[in-house]
């Protein structure tokens, strides 16, 4: 009975052996000399000019859920679809929860705009802060409008 178990004994060893040997030969053979240069990031040879913003906007990781949602949904549908005539009631029931809850996270990652995408909306400037004189005649400069007759 436990020899069945024994050829995923010796994966198992097999593979901490060969992770346990990759560090220690990559302690004792790797060059020791680090300089400014090889400390420094490197992308693409291209030498960094600015320091990295040091956050990812929030809607970067929001379309990443949708597409990870998007995967789940995916890895369980394709089974059900598979098995659709043996699951009967109980799968259609199951489907249907789980239906709902890939429904409310894509509700939920769309009311907190994961899909918008335009300029960042601006809140409007308190009422008096701007002035009344101020028109689109006023602000706007026309070009290339000399010797027009104005429409």
Request: proline residues 7%; contains cysteine; neutral net charge.
């Amino acid at each position: 009975m436990l020899g069945q178990y024994l050829p995923l004994l010796a994966l198992f060893v097999l593979a901490f052996l060969f992770a346990s040997g990759s560090f220690i030969a990559s302690g004792l053979l790797a060059p020791r000399n680090p300089t400014h240069a090889k400390r420094a990031a490197y992308e693409c040879g291209i030498v960094p000019t600015k320091e990295t913003p040091e956050r990812f906007p929030v809607k970067f990781f929001l379309v990443a859920m949708i597409f990870i949602v998007f995967d789940i949904e995916i890895i369980f549908f394709y089974p059900y679809a598979v098995a659709f005539g043996g699951l009967g009631f109980f799968g259609l029931v199951v489907i249907m929860v789980f239906t709902f809850a890939v429904f409310e996270s894509f509700v939920y990652l769309i009311s907190n705009g994961a899909l918008e995408w335009g300029p960042l909306k601006q809140t409007m400037a308190p009422s008096g802060a701007v002035s009344p004189e101020r028109t689109a005649e006023s602000t706007i400069r026309r070009v290339g409008t000399d010797g027009r007759e104005a429409a």
